[in-house]
C-alpha cells in the first residue's frame, strides 16, 4: 500500500518550458514533504521542501506547490534546462507513534528535457 | 557538495559469502540512514541510528545488520548474501531528524 504515489514513471518537457512533476499522498498526518533528484549512477540530492503548514515553497527555478485538501504536491521547474534531466522523487515525513519521524518516498519520475 | 561517502560502488558476490557495505561522512550528522531501492521501485528505509550505539530496524524487513561505534561511520553487514539481496543500497545522514537527508552514491550489488 503505497502511501506516497508518483503516477507518472516519465515525462518530457521541451527546454525552456514549464516541467510539473506531481506527487499523491494517502496519509494526513505527513508534515513535511521534500523532492531529490537523482542521477544514474549517484545518491539522490535534496532539492526542495515544504512544511505542511504553507501552500508554496520557491527557490530559483523551483517552485513546490501543496494541497493539503487534495493531498497533493507538485514540483513546478520554470524554465526547464537539458541538465534537469533526471530521476525526481517526492518524499513526506511523519511522526511515528515511537517519537521518531518516518521518511516515505514515491517510485519516482524521470524527466527529461529535450534540447 | 555532500561528504558522504559509500564503498564499494558495485559488488558482485557469490551466493553465501558475507559482504560489508561501509558508509561515512564527515558533516558530524548524528542521523544515519539505510534504504534499499529495486530498479523503478521507492526507496525502503531498512535501518537507521540516532547516534552512536543507537540503530534501529527500518520499514522495510531485512536480513542486514548495522553497527554504530563511531558518528561518522554506519556499516551494513549481510552475513551469508543470497540472489534476493540483489539491489542497490542508498546511505544518507541528516542534521535534524525532520531535516533533507544527504545521500551518498550508493552501492549497487548483485547476487549470484
Known amino acids: 500500500d503505497q502511501q506516497v504515489k508518483q503516477n507518472s514513471p516519465s515525462l518530457s518537457v521541451q527546454e525552456g518550458r514549464i516541467s510539473i512533476l506531481n506527487c499523491d499522498y494517502t496519509?494526513?498526518?505527513?508534515?513535511?514533504f521534500l523532492w531529490y533528484k537523482k542521477y544514474p549512477a549517484e545518491g539522490p540530492t535534496f532539492l526542495i521542501s515544504?512544511?505542511?503548514?504553507?501552500d508554496k515553497n520557491e527557490d530559483g527555478r523551483f517552485t513546490v506547490f501543496l494541497n493539503k485538501s487534495a493531498k497533493h504536491l507538485s514540483l513546478h521547474i520554470v524554465p526547464s534546462q537539458p541538465g534537469d534531466s533526471a530521476v525526481y522523487f517526492c518524499?513526506?515525513?511523519?511522526?511515528?507513534?515511537?517519537?521518531?519521524?518516518?521518511?516515505?518516498f514515491g517510485t519516482g519520475t524521470r524527466l527529461k528535457v529535450l534540447a | 557538495e555532500a561528504d558522504i561517502y559509500q564503498t564499494p560502488r558495485y559488488l558482485v558476490i557469490g551466493t553465501g559469502k558475507k559482504i560489508t557495505l561501509e558508509c561515512s561522512q564527515t558533516m558530524g550528522h548524528d542521523k544515519m540512514y539505510w534504504y534499499q531501492q529495486d530498479p523503478g521501485m521507492e526507496l525502503h528505509l531498512i535501518h537507521y541510528s540516532y547516534g552512536v550505539n543507537s540503530t534501529e530496524k527500518g520499514d522495510l524487513s531485512s536480513e542486514s545488520t548495522v553497527s554504530r561505534i563511531r558518528t561518522e561511520h554506519f556499516p551494513l553487514t549481510l552475513e551469508s548474501a543470497r540472489p534476493s539481496h540483489t539491489s542497490q543500497y542508498l546511505c544518507?545522514?541528516?542534521?535534524?531528524?525532520?531535516?533533507?537527508?544527504?545521500f551518498g552514491p550508493g552501492t549497487r550489488l548483485t547476487v549470484l
Open positions: 515544504i512544511s505542511s503548514i504553507k
Open positions: 544518507a545522514s541528516s542534521a535534524q531528524e525532520n531535516n533533507e537527508q544527504f
Open positions: 496519509n494526513s498526518m505527513f508534515d513535511y
Open positions: 518524499a513526506a515525513s511523519a511522526l511515528r507513534t515511537s517519537g521518531t519521524y518516518k521518511y516515505i
